[in-house]
């Protein structure tokens, strides 16, 4: 899912960037490991942030297109 939604982020022209909200801090963390998300807090305690960089580890780890495919 979070693949998907780095591609729609790369195909609108924001460079792969993408901000969610977690549910607890166990995602918190587990997203940190998984999808290499920054937890920025803020707005909502558990706002996550994927930028530029860990976006193209996302792609390069969860699909068979490589970094910045679309």
Do not use: C, P
């Not at 490991?33 to 193209?56: K, L, N, Q, S």
């Amino acid at each position: 899912m979070f693949a998907v939604a780095i591609k729609l982020s790369l195909r609108n022209g924001f460079g792969g960037h993408i901000h969610f909200d977690a549910k607890n801090l166990k995602l918190v963390k587990h997203y940190q490991e998984a999808i290499f998300a920054t937890h920025i807090g803020g707005f909502h305690e558990y706002r996550m942030d994927v930028d530029e960089i860990a976006a193209a580890k996302v792609i390069a780890k969860y699909t068979l297109e490589g970094a910045f495919a679309i």
